[in-house]
T-cell receptor, first 114, second 114 residues
Framework: AQSVTQLGSHVSVSEGALVLLRCNYS??????LFWYVQYPNQGLQLLLK??????LVKGINGFEAEFKKSETSFHLTKPSAHMSDAAEYFC????????????FGPGTRLSVLP | NAGVTQTPKFQVLKTGQSMTLQCAQD?????MSWYRQDPGMGLRLIHY???????DQGEVPNGYNVSRSTTEDFPLRLLSAAPSQTSVYFC?????????????FGDGTRLSIL
């Protein structure tokens, strides 16, 4: 069965600084990988996804993530943080050919300091 | 386009009471699911449905029932509420059951059991 770990339950960055949110997964078959963002009192919104093809994936709001098979990682980055990026971020994995079986990580809360 | 709509947004119950959390989607999505979100645990799958008339259990199904009589609606029933069911509940839908398809989430129902 697949699993997801997110290093750091809370990350703080200054406005304009690099954002790096870590995600590592385990999967017995090639995975599909997703990042979702959750703003307060809202549901999760898809930021980006990796299914096939290019391992560097660009998403909304200037975020991107790179799938590294050798490191079983799918870290989320943004070159310059904005105050509006403050939210909780979830990494999720699903296994190919096994139907919808998302497993979500525990989440990382991002704070952006002025 | 409303997407995924959940009602109510907030609810307080007493132990032993029953209630139904409503979920409706207007995107003609085949796949629907219910998650609960607890601090530090990410989202855990309760039940899911791959189409009208078809439901199955997820990771944490005990104490919950679902049905899917139409494509649009997927209600979640708490049979006899317990304090351990205090959580935020999210309904999600996806165009299909294939694991490369992202899920679209409602805004959640915040449920407290006293």
């Amino acid at each position: 069965a697949q699993s997801v770990t997110q290093l750091g339950s809370h990350v703080s960055v200054s406005e304009g600084a690099l954002v790096l949110l870590r995600c590592n997964y385990s999967s017995s078959v090639p995975p599909y990988l997703f990042w979702y963002v959750q703003y307060p009192n809202q549901g999760l919104q898809l930021l980006l996804k990796y299914t096939t093809g290019a391992t560097l994936v660009k998403g909304i709001n200037g975020f991107e993530a790179e799938f590294k098979k050798s490191e079983t990682s799918f870290h989320l980055t943004k070159p310059s943080a904005h105050m509006s990026d403050a939210a909780e971020y979830f990494c999720a994995v699903s296994e190919r050919d096994y139907g919808q079986n998302f497993v979500f990580g525990p989440g990382t809360r991002l704070s952006v300091l002025p | 386009n409303a997407g995924v709509t959940q009602t109510p947004k907030f609810q307080v119950l007493k132990t032993g009471q029953s209630m139904t959390l409503q979920c409706a989607q207007d995107m003609n999505h085949e796949y629907m699911s219910w998650y609960r979100q607890d601090p530090g645990m990410g989202l855990r799958l309760i039940h899911y449905s791959v189409g009208a008339g078809i439901t199955d259990q997820g990771e944490v199904p005990n104490g919950y029932n679902v049905s899917r009589s139409t494509t649009e609606d997927f209600p979640l029933r708490l049979l006899s509420a317990a304090p351990s069911q205090t959580s935020v509940y999210f309904c999600a839908s996806s165009v299909s059951q294939y694991s490369n398809q992202p899920q679209h989430f409602g805004d959640g129902t915040r449920l407290s059991i006293l």
